[in-house]
């Protein structure tokens, strides 16, 4: 992603491990910057997620056909696309009519349908937590917003058949505003990024921890429930709580890493 309203996709040379720019994705006509990428599981597509102030859309693109397919209204834009299976994502959008709340919508990336999932709190933060147990079976776990104006619990909502079949708001409450979500390769365990509440619980005020901290959780589906099992540290956050940075994190099998405010990225083993 960059700020200069342009997307650019590399290819790693199999035999050097070298970069080469393969293609790169003009969105200036939109003025719009690129924020957030994400690769489906066959790497074949890839979403692309962008904004500028409060506007935000989710583009999807056919690598092999160095094609966009197709863009999709998201606000705001951290209410990241994310991937569930090969072709479907889901994305958000603020609605104001009938009640101020957040929508969440199931996309397929391919015919650009768009089809409602469920509306929730005033704010969701989407970032690479949603799957696909069959072409049924469809669920996200996301962070919102409660009683404070940044999003700083955990909500997890399943549908089956079309139609909503499980959903527990508030299920975990970080106690510090979610700046970065991660679901293990498996989803087993849920990766959170957070920087604490420092203040009594003010709804207007954000005072948070300059340190950020990662909660590790068990996720048990059947029970609709998360477990914390293990608190990651040392990743630095310097600006306040009413502009704070998101942090991007990504799980594999052995490891963890997590960007920082301290120009450093942090790597764990599980």
Known sequence: TSND?????????????????YDRIDM??????????????TDELLLVT????FR??????????????????????DAFGTWIDERRFVCGERKYVPHDDFAIDLCDARSTMRTSFGRYGNRALLLKCAWSDDAETIGILFAT????????????????DGRESRTVSGLVDLGGAVLGLCLSP??????????LFTDAGDLESVKIEGDFVTRVFRVD?????????????????????????????????????????????HIWHR
């Open 5 to 21: 309203a342009t997307a650019l996709v590399w290819k790693i040379d199999d035999d050097t491990n070298r970069l080469s720019l």
């Open 28 to 41: 200036k006509n939109s003025q719009i910057d690129a924020m957030y990428s994400e690769f489906n599981s």
């Open 50 to 53: 962008c904004g500028f102030d």
């Open 56 to 77: 935000g859309e989710v583009w999807t693109y056919d690598v092999s056909k160095r094609a966009v397919l197709g863009t999709f209204r998201s606000v705001p834009y």
């Open 145 to 160: 917003e409660k009683t404070r104006r940044v999003p700083h619990c955990v909500t997890l909502s399943e549908r089956k």
């Open 186 to 195: 498996d989803r087993r365990f849920l990766y959170c990024n957070c920087r």
């Open 221 to 265: 589906r059947s029970k609709l429930e998360l477990e914390l099992v293990q608190t990651l540290r040392g990743h630095k956050g310097f600006t306040p709580g009413d502009c704070c940075f998101l942090v991007y994190m990504d799980v594999v099998e052995n490891y963890i890493a997590s960007g920082s405010e301290d120009r450093c990225v």
